[in-house]
T-cell receptor, first 110, second 118 residues
Framework: GESVGLHLPTLSVQEGDNSIINCAYSNSASDYFIWYKQESGKGPQFIID?????DKRQGQRVTVLLNKTVKHLSLQIAATQPGDSAVYFCAETEFNKFYFGSGTKLNVKP | NAGVTQTPKFRVLKTGQSMTLLCAQD?????MYWYRQDPGMGLRLIHY???????AKGEVPDGYNVSRLKKQNFLLGLESAAPSQTSVYFC?????????????????FGDGTRLSIL
């Protein structure tokens, strides 16, 4: 999951395994959610998004699940690769304001 | 594809100095944003703009000013730099809700400006 603080939670997975990264959002009125990937020294990169009228959305090797009842968002990465190592964070938005989590560091072991 | 370009990439300032960070986007986006990212924290919104000639305050606007004289550029100014402003600054842009059938659009980010204030 994500937390505010100096130390990011870390998820370590073996290459080829599936990864699940979780995010708890705060605003029940948020209607649009995004997952970003941030590699060291780079800006956040869009991965996948989902609107509040959906529960699940799939992309290439990634799936986002949205549970509005408990205000929970998850990112599933299939067959995790070394290139997936990065910090992943979610964003929620209402109208044109975005709110970002602090992120989870994904470490892929070869 | 250039996308969002930030200059400079790195800068070291002394307390009290001023500087301007430049953000340029070539995607014809209406919205532009400035964030700061500090260790272990989420991106925090400094100022944003919903169109040319408009700006608005975000979550942490104190000590910063912005201008959007042209649609493609969004400038962030530090009038009198303080050590607390040491951070990584990210610019982002997106289409407006109005231009995309009333739907939010993802933000596209630059690669950041790493700023140290001594």
């Amino acid at each position: 999951g994500e937390s505010v603080g100096l130390h990011l939670p870390t998820l370590s997975v073996q290459e080829g395994d599936n990864s699940i990264i979780n995010c708890a959002y705060s605003n029940s009125a948020s209607d649009y959610f995004i997952w970003y990937k941030q590699e060291s020294g780079k800006g956040p990169q869009f991965i996948i998004d989902i609107r509040s009228n959906m529960d699940k959305r799939q992309g290439q090797r990634v799936t986002v699940l949205l549970n509005k009842t408990v205000k929970h968002l998850s990112l599933q990465i299939a067959a995790t690769q070394p290139g997936d190592s990065a910090v992943y964070f979610c964003a929620e938005t209402e109208f044109n304001k975005f709110y970002f989590g602090s992120g989870t560091k994904l470490n892929v072991k070869p | 594809n250039a996308g969002v370009t930030q200059t400079p990439k790195f800068r070291v300032l002394k307390t009290g100095q001023s500087m301007t960070l430049l953000c340029a986007q070539d995607m014809n986006h209406e919205y532009m944003y400035w964030y700061r990212q500090d260790p272990g924290m989420g991106l925090r919104l400094i100022h944003y703009s919903v169109g040319e000639g408009t700006t608005a305050k975000g979550e942490v606007p104190d000590g910063y000013n912005v201008s959007r004289l042209k649609k493609q550029n969004f400038l962030l100014g530090l009038e009198s730099a303080a050590p607390s402003q040491t951070s990584v600054y990210f610019c982002a842009s997106s289409y407006s809700i109005a231009s995309r059938q009333g739907k939010n659009q993802p933000q596209h980010f630059g690669d950041g400006t790493r700023l140290s204030i001594l």
